[in-house]
DNA sequence: TATACTGTGTATATATAATATATACAGTTA
DNA sequence: TAACTGTATATATTATATATACACAGTATA
């Protein structure tokens, strides 16, 4: 499994091992039921603490995406990808509700935030 | 002035009021050169130390829209009002950047995120 | 079958940085 | 000098990250 952390990144460095796990459920690249590296094995490879890798794997278990087992590692919990997706979904639209209503206090409307959106994706297909 | 802090938002309180100063000088609130309250007057309304508006204030001179002097007040600086504006609008199509590559990692198209922020302005519309 | 070995996660104590505070200091004007 | 203003210093608390010592699970082997 291929994670990168940065350290110029604010995202604390247990966030960023998170976010990446969860992108490695959803996209299938890890399987329900598959072991995850061992926090010491991960923790080396990414030069890091194993508290943190621990920190990591503790909170994924907690929102329900890993099933950590003592003596035996962490393990992708059952049913976890779409969930994850739909999770992913929501969370967007949390983040969009909170734009449109920040936008809108600086005089910025709902159709202007659209259109900075539309902008992205052509020049986007423009590359 | 109007600020209201909120303890439960994990947002630094110094942050939560250098934001609704920003609005208040974007929506026109807080004119140009006009003077603010002193920080001892916000601290106490706020129920908050002297210092920690006085952190907004500062970052928010270094961020170029007030001006402070000693002995004096601080001020609205010339010229912040659709400065802000654009300031505010390019950090929107930032965060827009980041959640339409976030969503793709995890399988989400940008026409699906199209879609919830169109979702969003319906029912706002219904309301 | 007992036990030692090697892998796994866990708990405790410590360091550093960000946030928030109280209190003492200094500039400005009337 | 009085009554405002902002400023500087030292301290407390919390979040993040670490090192090190501890405990659990499976397995090889004496």
Redesign the interface.
Known sequence: MLIVISYTNPEPIFRQIMEQIK?AI??GDLKEEEKLPSIREMAQELKVSVITVKRAYTDLETEGWLVTRPGLGSFVARVSRSD??EE??NE??K???D??D??A????T?????G??????NE?KGS
Do not use: C, H, P
């Open positions: 992108i959803a996209s994850l997706k992913k979904r967007i639209k983040v969009l509700l734009i449109v920040t936008a206090q600086y005089g910025i709902a159709e202007e935030v659209a900075l959106l539309a902008s992205i994706e986007r």
